[in-house]
């Protein structure tokens, strides 16, 4: 059995190095040198790779998804009829993301930009303090991301409301679900943070419209994917002052281009789609052991549902 290893140049070295650290015996090959292609049973890949490539493997059993997000597998062609999908499910990244939206939450709350335009100009005077038990977090998706960035923001004493297509119950969580429960949350949200993944439902879910619904002054924090955003909508609300301010960590297209707005905007803060990256010797483990669930027959873990989109 022969594993395709696909993603960046400069990492993957890394990752393969990982994946024997966990097996030394795996015969793994560096796209594009995959050798002979009916050996390679298992490709290991990221969003760069073209899935029209993957045809190429008349055996391959397997296509691990080098993140949690697996909205690039939907694109046409989509991966190869009757390969079973699974993505990364790592608790660093989940732990990342939480960082992540921390960060960017309590930057908006205690007035970062103010105070850093203070600094700008040598101004020494106080604002008036922020109440956290005020501020309400709002934020679009539940699964495994949503439910701990909720977590750490209950802790530091935000009150969390959580949005998702079916109805779910997490415990001191507010949740709302569906296009009615969408507009409810909105409307009681000080800073909305989208963790959701994107699917034909979700894409271009903050827009004119949803964004019009928030609170006068909200904050919107957006490390799902550019796709759920309509950039021009936000930018509009930004410059009418509906909208005080937004922390995007993805975009769409990615890079996002130099001439883009966003860049330069005062309003808006910019990452470059690294709010939460894999590191491939946490995630190889898990990587190695569908390998190995797939040599023994075994139940796959971690397996993508298609109809789900996620």
């Not at 100009?121 to 701990?148: N, S």
């Amino acid at each position: 059995m022969a594993i395709l290893l696909s993603t960046k140049a400069a990492i993957m070295a890394e990752w393969r190095d990982a994946m024997l650290a966990v097996d030394p015996s795996l015969d793994i090959r560096l796209f594009p040198d995959a050798g002979e292609p009916a050996e390679i049973e298992v490709a290991v890949c990221w969003s760069s790779h073209d899935m029209a490539e993957l045809r190429r493997y008349p055996n391959l059993k397997l296509l691990v998804s080098m993140g949690a997000g697996v909205d690039h597998l939907l694109r046409a062609p989509g991966p190869p009829p009757g390969v079973p999908v699974a993505r990364l499910k790592d608790d660093r990244l989940t732990t990342a993301m939480g960082e992540w939206v921390l960060l960017n939450v309590l930057r908006f709350h205690r007035q970062d930009a103010e105070y850093r335009a203070q600094q700008a100009q040598r101004l020494w005077r106080e604002l008036p303090a922020p109440d956290t038990a005020q501020r309400r977090v709002g934020i679009l998706g539940l699964g495994q991301l949503g439910t701990h960035a909720a977590g750490l923001l209950r802790v530091v004493g935000f009150p969390v409301l959580g949005w998702t297509r079916q109805p779910r119950q997490i415990e001191g969580v507010t949740c709302f679900a569906g296009a009615e429960g969408l507009r409810a949350m909105l409307g009681q949200t000080d800073i909305l943070v989208c963790l959701l993944p994107l699917t034909p439902q979700t894409r271009g879910i903050i827009n004119r419209e949803t964004l019009a619904l928030l609170p006068p002054g909200s904050f919107v924090i957006n490390s799902g994917r550019g796709g759920h955003m309509v950039a021009d909508d936000l930018l509009a609300a930004l410059d009418s002052g509906h909208i005080a301010g937004a922390a995007l960590d993805v975009f769409e297209p990615e890079p996002l281009p130099a001439e883009h707005r966003f860049w330069g905007h005062e309003k808006v803060l910019v990452w470059p789609h690294a709010s939460s990256i894999t590191i491939p010797r946490s995630a190889a483990p898990q990587v190695v052991e569908n390998i190995h669930r797939l040599r023994q027959g075994r139940a796959l873990i971690n397996l993508v549902d298609f109809s789900a989109g996620y």
